[in-house]
C-alpha cells in the first residue's frame, strides 16, 4: 500500500506534467494556435493541481490555483476575452504557480505575499469580467467558497429509478427545484368507455419531466375472459419533475372521477430551497462566471412553469457571451490546426524507485565485464575448441547489449524537463531586456539519461541567458537590420547515433569576430600574430576569462562565461560546437552522450600499462610512415595529415609511463578531437580492440586526477582507466615540452 | 446492511495521485474491491463489463468527463443502477445541479477523509458493516 509520502510525490510528478501542459498550452494561445480543447486541457491542468493539493493540504497552492482557474473557466465559458494582455498575466501565472508547486515540494514555507502581484493581476481581470457582466456579485467572489449547505438530498440505492434523465430534455440551464412524486393510477370499469385512452396521459406526463411507469398486471384476467372496453391494468411511477403537484393533477383532469389517483410527493432528489440559497451571501458566490443561480420557484406554487421562466436569465448570460468566445476563436485563425493539442494521452506507466533501477544498470555492468571475461577466456582456448562456444558467446553478448540498452531507456528521461523551465526563462529575460523573443523548441520528447537530463539545466540555461542577452538585438536593431522585431530562438533535441545533440539557434546578431580577437589579444590569450580561422575565433569565447559583454548586464556577464558551459558539456562526455554568422545570428550544438554508466571505449596500450579511451573521442586510428612526422622539439612532434599539421602528444611521456615505445614505427596515432576543432594525435604502443566499459567513478577514493575520467574493469579483471581526452590536451599544453603548441589557443596551421 | 468487504467500487479519475488517495481511504473503510479508470471513457468500459455497486468519479477529466460518464450510465442497460457519487471541488454548485439532474446519489467535496466518504457511502448505499 502506498504511502502518503509516496502519493504527494506521485502527485508532484503529476504537477511537473500539468505545468508543462499548462506553460505549452498557454503558450499556443498566446500564439493563435490554440483551441478550445487547449483552453479546456489548460483549465483541467490548473484545476488537478489544485484538486491535489487540496487533498494533500498545501493551502498557498489551493487558494492560488483557484484565482487561476477562476479566470481560465472565464475564458472557456467565453466570458473573458482571451487577450495578449490576459495571456500574458495567465502565464506569469503559471510561473507562479511552479514556484508554489516547487515550494510545495520542498516543504519550504511559502511567503504570505507570495505571488500577490499576479495574483491582483488576475483578480482584476476577474473584476473586469464582472463589470462587463454587469453582474452584482462582491468584489470577493473568488474566496473558495464551501457549499456544504446546499440542500442536496443524496439519492438512496434502494431509491434510485432509472430512465432517460432530465437534464437531457430540460437543458442545462434550467435550475430547477426538482420533485419527485409518485404516482398511482388505477383506471375504473368505466374509463375507456369514456373515450380516455391511458396512453395519452401518460405522454402527457412525460412532457413534465422524468417519468418512470411500471404496469401492474396482477387484474389481468386469462385472455378469454378478456373484455376489451374493461380497464384491467393498473400503473404506479414515479414523476421527476420541476411542475407542482396541481399540474400533474391537471393532466388527470378528464379522468378524475373514473380512477383511483393517488400522487405523493417523494423525498426531494434536489432541492437548492430557496431560503438556502438566499442566505448564501453572495459575495461569497464561489465562480463569478456562473450564472446566478435561478430563484427556486416556491415549492407549493402552482405555477409549475415558473422554474423554466425564472432560468432564461441564466440562458441568456450565457447566450449574450457566447458571440465573445466566437471572437476570440476568430482572434485565432490558426486555431486546432497546426498542433496536435496539448492534452496528452495518459501513457500506461509505472513508477519505480530510481534506485531500484540503478541496482540493475549495476547488475547490467557486472555482467559486461562478466561477459567480457568470458570473451578473454574463450579467446585463450586452444584453438579450434572454442567453436560452438564462440557462438553462444556472440549471442549472450548480443542479448546484454540489449539489456543494457533496454534498463538505459529505463532510466532515460525526455529531455523536456529540461527544456520546460527555457520559456519562462525566456520571457523574464525578454521582459527584462526590453527584446521581444520567441522561443521554438522541438524535439521535447527526445530521451537521455537522467544523469545527463540532471546536468544539462545549467549550461542551457547559460547559453539561452546569452542567446537573449548579447545575441537578440533590440527590436529597434533588428527592424533597422531589416529583421522582423521580434527575435527567434530555437531549441531542437534529436538523436543522432549513439548521441543525443541539442541545438540551441538564434536569429540574433551572432558574433562579433573582430572584437573578439581584439580582446583575445588584449588578454594574451592568443598570438599577436596568430591567424585564424572564424571558427577558431568564434571559440574563443569558449576560453576561460573571456566575456566580451561591454557592460555586466544582470543577466550575463557575471565571469561565468562559455568556458564554464563547455566544462560542463566535457564533463558528462559531451561536446560543444558553436557556428556564428555575423548579422544572421548564432548556432550552438551540444553533442552528448545517451548515459554515463556504459560507453564504448577503445583499449589501448602504453609499455604494460592499458588504456581506455572513449570511442567518441577518437577521430582516426592510423600508423603514420616516418616521413609524415616531424621531430620538432624534443620527443614532440607533429604530424602531416592530409596536408594539416597535427600536435602529436606521447602518452607514455605524459603519463609517466617506463618502458613505453619509442620507436616512431611500432607505434599507433589516435587522432582526437579536444572540442572546439582541436585535433592532436596521441601516440601510443598498440590498439587492444574496441569494448563496452562499465564506468566507475575514482573520484570518492582518490578525488580528481588529471587526464583520468574514470576506471573500468577489463575482462581479464584488470582494472584500466579510462582517458580524459579533454585534460590531456591540457596536460599536454602545460607540460613542459607544450610551448610549442596550446590547446587553449587552437592552432590549426595550415601547411606551407 | 451491506458489507464493505463485498462492494466492488470503481474509482474515476484522470490524477493518479487522487486515485491512490481516495482508494487508501476506501481501503480505510474496509472496501477492497477496488477497480480504477483514469476517464470516463474507461469507467465505461469497466462498467460494461464488471459488476460494480458503487462509482466514485471526478468532474474535470480529459475525453470524458464525469458528468458525461454518470448521463452515459444511467442510459446504460446494466449499469444504470450503479449508484454513483461525484468529486467535485469546493464551490462547483451549477456542477452539482446538473448532476442531480442527470440522477446522480451523492458528492463529494475534494478533499475529503475516509470519514467524509464513509458518511457519502453510507448516505447512498445504507450503513455499511
Not at chain 1, 585463450?380 to 548480443?398: A, N, Y
Not at chain 1, 569576430?513 to 599577436?528: H, T
Not at chain 1, 611500432?666 to 572546439?676: K, N, R
Request: aromatic fraction near 4%.
Amino acid at each position: 500500500m502506498a504511502s502518503l509520502d509516496q502519493l504527494k510525490l506521485t502527485f508532484f510528478d503529476e504537477c511537473g506534467e500539468a505545468l508543462q501542459q499548462i506553460e505549452a498550452g498557454l503558450t499556443d494561445i498566446r500564439a493563435g494556435q490554440g483551441s478550445d480543447e487547449t483552453v479546456n486541457a489548460v483549465f483541467r491542468a490548473v484545476h488537478s493541481v489544485k484538486g491535489g493539493a487540496g487533498i494533500f493540504g498545501f493551502e498557498a497552492l489551493v487558494g492560488f490555483a483557484h484565482v487561476f482557474e477562476t479566470v481560465l473557466d472565464g475564458i472557456r465559458r467565453g466570458t473573458q476575452e482571451a487577450t495578449p494582455e490576459t495571456l500574458d498575466v495567465l502565464l506569469a501565472a503559471s510561473d507562479v504557480l511552479s514556484d508554489l508547486v516547487q515550494m510545495s515540494r520542498d516543504g519550504a514555507s511559502v511567503p504570505p505575499d507570495f505571488g500577490s502581484d499576479c495574483r491582483n493581476a488576475l483578480e482584476q481581470i476577474i473584476a473586469g469580467d464582472h463589470a462587463d457582466k454587469g453582474a452584482g456579485e462582491g468584489e470577493n467572489a473568488i474566496a473558495p467558497a464551501d457549499f456544504d449547505e446546499i440542500d442536496f438530498t443524496p439519492v438512496r440505492v434502494d431509491q434510485m429509478d432509472s430512465g432517460p434523465n432530465l437534464a437531457d430534455q430540460s437543458g442545462p440551464d434550467a435550475i430547477a427545484s426538482l420533485k419527485s412524486f409518485a404516482i398511482t393510477f388505477r383506471p375504473k370499469a368505466e374509463m375507456l368507455k369514456k373515450g380516455n385512452e391511458p396512453l395519452y396521459i401518460f405522454r402527457e406526463l412525460r412532457k413534465l419531466g422524468d417519468f418512470d411507469l411500471i404496469a401492474e398486471m396482477d387484474g389481468l384476467p386469462p385472455l378469454g375472459e378478456i373484455e376489451p372496453s374493461r380497464p384491467y391494468l393498473a400503473w404506479s411511477g414515479t414523476l421527476r419533475c420541476a411542475a407542482s403537484r396541481a399540474e400533474i393533477e391537471q393532466v388527470f383532469e378528464f379522468v378524475a372521477g373514473d380512477c383511483d389517483l393517488e400522487i405523493v410527493e417523494a423525498v426531494p432528489v434536489i432541492a437548492l430551497s430557496m431560503t438556502e440559497t438566499a442566505e448564501m451571501p453572495v459575495s461569497a458566490t464561489p465562480e463569478p462566471n456562473y450564472p446566478a443561480p435561478a430563484p427556486t420557484p416556491d415549492a407549493t406554487s402552482d405555477k409549475g412553469a415558473a422554474a423554466a421562466k425564472v432560468s432564461t436569465p441564466a440562458a441568456s448570460v450565457a447566450k449574450e457571451t457566447a458571440p465573445v468566445a466566437g471572437a476570440a476563436k476568430e482572434s485565432a485563425p490558426a486555431a486546432s490546426v497546426s498542433r496536435a493539442p496539448s492534452a496528452k494521452p495518459a501513457a500506461t506507466t509505472t513508477r519505480i524507485e530510481l534506485e531500484k533501477i540503478d541496482r540493475v544498470v549495476n547488475m547490467v555492468g557486472e555482467l559486461v565485464i562478466a561477459q567480457a571475461m568470458l570473451g578473454q577466456i574463450v579467446l585463450d582456448l586452444p584453438e579450434g575448441t572454442s567453436g560452438r562456444l564462440s557462438q553462444v558467446l556472440e549471442e549472450v553478448r548480443h542479448h546484454t547489449r540489449e539489456l543494457k540498452d533496454s534498463v538505459m531507456s529505463m532510466r532515460a528521461q525526455p529531455v523536456g524537463a529540461v527544456f520546460q523551465r527555457m520559456p519562462r526563462l525566456v520571457r523574464e529575460l525578454a521582459t527584462k531586456t526590453n527584446k521581444k523573443v520567441r522561443l521554438e523548441m522541438a524535439g521535447e520528447t527526445t530521451e537521455v539519461d537522467r544523469s545527463i537530463i540532471e546536468r544539462l539545466g545549467d549550461p542551457l540555461t547559460h547559453i539561452i541567458r546569452n542567446s537573449v542577452d548579447h545575441g537578440i538585438e533590440s527590436p529597434a536593431d533588428r527592424l533597422t537590420a531589416g529583421k522582423s522585431e521580434e527575435g527567434t530562438i530555437r531549441l531542437a533535441a534529436e538523436h543522432r547515433g549513439s548521441r543525443i545533440v541539442i541545438e540551441i539557434i538564434d536569429d540574433g546578431a551572432g558574433i562579433n569576430s573582430e572584437r573578439v580577437l581584439k580582446k583575445a589579444r588584449e588578454r594574451g590569450l592568443i598570438g599577436a600574430d596568430a591567424v585564424l580561422s572564424d571558427d577558431e575565433i568564434n571559440n574563443l569565447i569558449m576560453l576561460p576569462g573571456f566575456s566580451t559583454a561591454e557592460t555586466i548586464s544582470d543577466i550575463s556577464g557575471r565571469g561565468v562565461g562559455m568556458d564554464v558551459v563547455r566544462s560542463n558539456i566535457q564533463n558528462i562526455g559531451g561536446r560543444i560546437s558553436l557556428k556564428s554568422e555575423r548579422g544572421r545570428g548564432m548556432t550552438i550544438q551540444l553533442a552528448l552522450p545517451l548515459t554515463l554508466a556504459v560507453m564504448d571505449g577503445m583499449v589501448i596500450k602504453v609499455g604494460k600499462e592499458i588504456y581506455v579511451m572513449p570511442l567518441s573521442a577518437i577521430i582516426e586510428c592510423l600508423r603514420p610512415a616516418r616521413s609524415e612526422i616531424s621531430n620538432l622539439i624534443g620527443t614532440r612532434g607533429m604530424l602531416q595529415l592530409r596536408g594539416d599539421l597535427l600536435p602529436l602528444v606521447n602518452l607514455g611521456d605524459l603519463l609517466d609511463i617506463e618502458s613505453a615505445t619509442t620507436d616512431i614505427d611500432e607505434t599507433v596515432v589516435i587522432i582526437t578531437d579536444a572540442g572546439e576543432g582541436s585535433r592532436f594525435g596521441i601516440v601510443v604502443d598498440e590498439l587492444c580492440g574496441h569494448q563496452q566499459v562499465v564506468m566507475k567513478s575514482i573520484e570518492e577514493s582518490y578525488g580528481s586526477v588529471p587526464g583520468i575520467a574514470a576506471a573500468t574493469i577489463l575482462g581479464n579483471g584488470r582494472v584500466a582507466f579510462i582517458l580524459d581526452v579533454e585534460k590531456l590536451s591540457d596536460l599536454a599544453a602545460n607540460s613542459s615540452f607544450g610551448a610549442a603548441y596550446s590547446s587553449k589557443a587552437p592552432l590549426d596551421v595550415k601547411a606551407a | 446492511m451491506p458489507n464493505a468487504i463485498a462492494l466492488k467500487v470503481l474509482i474515476v479519475d484522470d490524477q493518479n495521485s487522487v486515485r491512490q488517495m481516495t482508494r487508501l481511504n476506501l481501503e480505510e473503510i474496509g472496501i477492497r474491491h477496488i477497480h480504477e479508470a483514469e476517464n470516463g471513457r474507461k469507467a465505461m468500459e469497466t462498467a460494461s463489463v464488471q459488476p460494480l455497486d458503487l462509482i466514485i468519479s471526478d468532474y474535470y477529466m480529459p475525453e470524458m468527463d464525469g458528468l458525461a460518464l454518470l448521463r452515459a450510465v444511467r442510459g446504460h442497460p446494466v449499469a444504470r443502477k450503479v449508484p454513483f457519487i461525484l468529486l467535485t471541488g469546493r464551490g462547483d454548485r451549477e456542477l452539482v445541479v446538473k448532476a442531480a439532474q442527470a440522477g446522480v446519489n451523492n458528492y463529494l467535496i475534494k478533499p475529503f477523509s475516509a470519514a467524509i466518504l464513509r458518511g457519502k457511502i453510507e448516505q447512498v448505499m445504507g450503513k455499511l458493516s
